[in-house]
């Protein structure tokens, strides 16, 4: 059975480098089914999940990570996921709700905190992310992500110079991520057009 499972696991992997979701769907699915391993279980389910995300399938993934949370319901990650899930289908408030749930369990991980300003992002309350941005470059001064978010937010609400600032600090950082020049394009539509 292990090379049997070490086999499936290869090919699935394949089929998601290749683009080939549902049939990487189909071969974890299968091999769900068929493990006893707890960890491993956990993992293919995330994983899953995930996929299901991927193709849009937003009931299934939420399902699976319901099942994760039911087993192991002291992980932060796996409401993460589910929030994150949340968000992929735009349910904001949900999303909130399980952000929340993973920052209760572990308040030093700045992603979470991360995935909760972007929901209130999404939900139109641009102060509200902006300050939990902040706090995340509080607890993590390098987070691109999170700077390249409050840069959008900076955008959205009008607040260009300090846009612009932000630009600045992360093209120290990250001088070649291509989500400068987005941002950079942005803000020079968003100045046009006041």
Not at 52 to 73: D, G, H, Q, R
Not at 110 to 137: C, D, F, M, Q, T
Request: hydrophobic letters at 40%; charged letters at 30%; aromatic letters at 12%.
């Amino acid at each position: 059975m292990l090379n049997n499972v070490d086999d499936i696991l290869r090919k699935a992997d394949d089929y998601k480098l290749q683009g080939k979701l549902f049939k990487a769907i189909s071969l974890y699915e299968k091999l769900l089914q068929e493990l006893t391993d707890f960890e491993l279980s956990q993992w293919i389910r995330i994983t899953l999940a995930d996929l299901y995300v991927w193709v849009k399938n937003f009931e299934k993934s939420i399902e699976l990570l319901n099942e994760t949370i039911a087993l192991e319901p002291d992980n932060s990650l796996y409401y993460y996921l589910l929030a994150f899930t949340y968000l992929s289908a735009g349910s904001y408030e949900l999303s909130k709700k399980y952000f929340n749930k993973a920052i209760e369990l572990n308040p030093e991980n700045p992603e979470y905190l991360r995935g909760l300003a972007w929901s209130e992002y999404l939900a139109g309350n641009l102060e509200i992310a902006e300050n939990l941005l902040r706090k995340v470059l509080e607890m993590d001064a390098e987070n691109t992500a999170a700077i390249d978010n409050l840069i959008e937010v900076f955008i959205k609400e009008g607040k260009l110079k300090e846009a612009e600032e932000q630009i600045k600090r992360f093209r120290n950082l990250d001088p070649k991520d291509w989500q400068i020049f987005q941002r950079v394009q942005q803000l020079k539509e968003r100045r046009e057009s006041l």
